[in-house]
């Protein structure tokens, strides 16, 4: 009960936060563009989605696997000018270019990570007002994907009022414009915060190529199509969906001791008095210094009354707060 009270406190202190505009700096994200004649059809084979369904209107968050059907990258992919783009996170970006760069040989497209394009979000109950200051249109439910003056911009989620910007190196004065508005500043921590709230897996090198986009319940975001044509590692995940195979589960658990929090530590759980494990952090991050939100991935269903436990150096409790069934 106490524990319950405490993570109310905490959610209502970074909600209240959110009042007024939090500008994000998303220095651990690059933009990759994909063009040239056979761009769609080449994606179509490397991707989790159907890209006859893109809209030019929308974005959509898309899994690159390996041919074992592991997740390598999650995207998220926009087009613009007659290319494809999308966002990836910085940490995940070398390994997965290069394998979608190895059979490009093959096919006349192109594939280019940006340098030159400054990526930003913005959160808070305020931001969609916050925008109309600079931009003629901001994104809607209906159309979430908005480009003017070349800044393109996302609405990532209505109900928490999330915008994700890119702009190009050109347009800097406009984030000067921004910084002299009444704004709060965040680092890129922020935003990963509220990821692991939400259940948005955050895949960097340490969980590359250890999952399917099922097993990180990348159905709760339309990121998987089971039946589109061929496409790398697709056989794997098809077999696995439809033969109702999941052996991970994606979850949400608190810490309130950062010494004891390292990726890809064990987690155990407590089970008529004796300690197995049931998984491992993937991820974890903060908005202060006392109180730890952690990526986990389980590989059984459980119930958050268990009592859970990690080990580094010693032992030290974790709090299961929500596993992101399908």
Excluded at 232 to 249: H, L, T
Aim: with cysteine.
């Amino acid at each position: 009960m106490k524990f319950d009270i405490a993570i109310t406190k905490k959610t209502d202190f970074f909600y209240y936060q959110t009042l007024k505009p939090n500008l994000v700096i998303l220095n651990d994200w690059k933009v990759v563009v994909v063009k040239g004649k056979d761009s769609k059809k080449y994606l179509q084979s490397k991707l989790t989605i159907d890209m006859d369904q893109l809209k030019l209107n929308k974005h959509y968050i898309a899994a690159h696997c390996s041919i074992n059907g592991r997740v390598i990258a999650l995207l998220r992919l926009f087009q613009f000018n007659g290319k494809y783009g999308y966002l990836i996170k910085k940490k995940a970006i070398n390994s997965q270019v290069k394998e979608l760069v190895k059979y490009s040989i093959f096919s006349k497209v192109s594939i280019d990570v940006k340098r030159n394009l400054k990526i930003i979000g913005l959160i808070g109950e305020s931001s969609d007002d916050f925008l109309k200051n600079f931009f003629l249109n901001i994104p809607n439910e209906e159309n979430p994907l908005v480009i003017e003056n070349d800044i393109i911009l996302f609405l990532i989620n209505n109900t928490k009022k999330r915008y994700l910007l890119i702009f190009p190196h050109k347009k800097r004065n406009f984030l000067y414009q921004i910084l002299v508005k009444d704004i709060i500043i965040k680092g890129f921590e922020y935003w990963n915060f509220l990821d692991i709230e939400l259940g948005f897996p955050i895949i960097e090198k340490n969980v590359q190529e250890k999952f399917l986009p099922q097993e990180l319940g990348l159905q709760r975001v339309f990121a998987i199509n089971f039946f589109k044509g061929c496409y790398q590692g697709q056989e794997v995940i098809s077999r696995a969906y439809f033969k109702k195979i999941k052996n991970n589960f994606l979850c949400w658990m608190i810490s309130f001791k950062k010494n004891i929090l390292k990726k890809n530590l064990k987690i155990e759980v407590k089970v008529k008095n004796k300690w197995i494990s049931i998984g491992k952090i993937i991820y974890f991050t903060s908005i202060d210094n006392n109180f730890f939100w952690i990526q986990a991935i389980l590989n059984k269903k459980i119930d958050k009354n268990y009592k859970f436990r990690v080990f580094f150096k010693k032992y030290e409790e974790l709090f299961l707060k929500k596993v992101f069934y399908i």
